[in-house]
C-alpha cells in the first residue's frame, strides 16, 4: 500500500476514533478492524459478531416463515453472512431437508431460528441440537425457555428484542448477544413499537453484550449508521425478500419495489395476537381500519400470497426500507455494495468533519 493511501486511512481512523466510533472490544460500539490492502481489496471486518459466527461479514439474514430456506440462506452464507433457517412455519420434516440441503450448498456457517410463539414441537430444542448447528436465534417470547438448554448443548444464542426491557432480561437469561429491532421493520412487532435510532443505542448503553441491529437495514448507509450506534452487525428482512434467490413470488418482490416509504401498514396494535407491520394492499388497508378478529387467521392462506403471487391471499410482511429498494438483485451483489458503501460512508463521514 502506498504512503498515500495509508496517510489517509490513519487520518479516517483517527478522526472516527475522536468521534466515538471506535471502541474497545469489551464495549457495544464499531468494533471493526481495516486490514492492509490494495484499493480494490474489500473491507476486512474483524469484531465480536464475526468471531462468534465465524462469517467474513456481520451480516445477518432475517429467519422469515417459509422464506428462509437453503435457497435463501445458502445464498447469504456464501456472500460471507450468516444465513439462518426457520422453523416458524412448524413444518419440521421440511426444516430437516433443508438443513440437509444448506450443508450441500455451502461449507460456510449458517444457524436456526427459534420462534418461541410459533414451536408447536415440544422437542424444538433437541431438534435445533441433533442439526449439529452452532448458532441459534430465539425470538417471539421468553429467553429463559431455550437459552439454558441450548447454551448447555455449546450453541451461540443471540435473542430478539424490541424494548430494553426485554434486553435485559435476555442479558439476565445468560444469551451470548442481542437482535435489537425496530417497530420499522416488516414482520411481527411488539405493539408499543419503537424506532430503531431509539431503541439501538439504548440498548447498547445499558448492555455490554453485541448487538445486530435490525429494521430499517438496507444498505452501506443504514450499516454505518446502525454501527456509529454501537451494533456490530445488521440483520436483514425485506430487502432479502427482494433479492434474486429469494423464494417469493415475483408478484411480491415487485410490489416491494414499486412501494413508497409510506406503503406499509402497522396492523393488530390492540390484538388480540401479535402487532404486525406488512405491505400496504387493499386487504391491508382495510385491516388498518378495521383490524380483522383473528389476524393469525389470516395467514392460513399465505402460501398462496408467497409462492402463488395474490398480494390479497394473505398479509405480506415488510418493512418501511421497502421504500429504499429498487432492483432485485443477486444476494452476493448486494453484500458486496453494502460493504463498498459502508466503507465510503466512514471514510467520507472521517474526511468531512476532520477536526484541525
Known amino acids: 500500500m502506498d504512503a498515500e493511501h495509508d496517510s489517509e486511512e490513519a487520518d ?3 478522526v472516527l476514533g475522536a468521534h466515538g466510533f471506535l471502541s474497545t472490544p469489551k464495549s457495544c460500539e464499531l468494533n471493526l478492524e481495516i486490514s492492509e490492502r490494495t484499493r480494490d481489496e474489500a ?3 474483524e469484531n465480536r459478531i464475526t468471531r462468534m459466527l465465524g462469517v467474513e461479514y456481520p451480516i445477518l439474514e432475517a429467519p422469515m416463515g417459509w422464506i428462509a430456506r437453503s435457497q435463501l440462506a445458502s445464498a447469504v452464507s456464501n456472500a460471507g453472512g450468516m444465513g439462518i433457517i426457520e422453523t416458524s412455519s412448524g413444518e419440521l ?13 455451502t461449507e460456510k456457517p449458517f444457524g436456526v431460528n427459534i420462534a418461541q410463539a410459533f414451536v408447536r414441537d415440544p422437542d424444538i430444542v433437541k431438534f435445533v441440537i441433533d442439526q449439529g448447528v452452532r448458532f441459534v436465534t430465539t425470538s417471539a417470547g421468553d429467553p429463559q425457555r431455550y437459552c439454558a438448554a441450548l447454551k448447555e448443548a455449546g450453541l451461540t444464542v443471540f435473542h430478539v428484542v424490541p424494548s430494553l426491557k426485554a434486553a435485559m432480561r435476555a442479558v439476565d437469561c445468560g444469551v451470548d448477544g442481542l437482535v435489537v ?11 408499543r413499537e419503537v424506532a430503531t435510532m431509539v431503541l439501538l ?3 447498547c448503553e445499558k448492555t455490554g453484550v ?3 441491529a435490525a429494521g430499517g437495514m438496507v444498505d452501506g448507509k443504514t450499516m454505518a449508521a446502525a ?3 454501537g451494533a456490530e452487525g445488521i440483520q436483514m428482512g425485506t430487502r432479502m425478500v427482494s433479492s434474486a434467490e429469494s423464494p417469493v413470488h415475483d408478484n411480491w418482490k415487485q410490489a416491494i419495489l414499486k412501494a413508497q416509504e409510506t406503503d406499509t401498514v402497522f396492523l393488530n396494535r390492540f390484538g388480540p395476537g ?3 407491520r406488512a405491505l400496504r394492499t387493499e386487504k391491508t388497508t382495510r385491516f388498518e381500519k378495521e383490524p380483522p378478529e383473528n389476524v393469525m387467521g389470516e395467514f392460513r392462506h399465505a402460501l398462496d400470497l408467497y409462492f402463488g403471487g395474490d398480494m390479497e391471499a394473505s398479509i405480506a410482511l415488510s418493512g418501511q426500507v421497502a421504500g429504499r429498494i429498487d432492483a432485485i438483485k443477486p444476494v452476493a451483489q448486494i453484500f458486496r455494495e453494502i460493504i463498498a458503501q459502508f466503507e465510503e460512508t466512514i471514510a467520507s463521514m472521517g474526511r468531512k468533519y476532520a477536526t484541525s
Open 43 to 45: 473491507m476486512r471486518f
Open 210 to 212: 453485541p448487538v445486530v
Open 181 to 191: 429491532e425496530g417497530g420499522e421493520g416488516g414482520g411481527f412487532k411488539n405493539p
Open 93 to 105: 420434516d421440511a426444516i430437516r431437508v433443508e438443513i440437509r440441503k444448506m450443508r450441500a450448498l
Open 12 to 14: 479516517v481512523l483517527e
Open 201 to 203: 443505542p439504548l440498548v
Open 274 to 276: 401479535p402487532a404486525l
Open 227 to 229: 454501527f456509529a450506534l
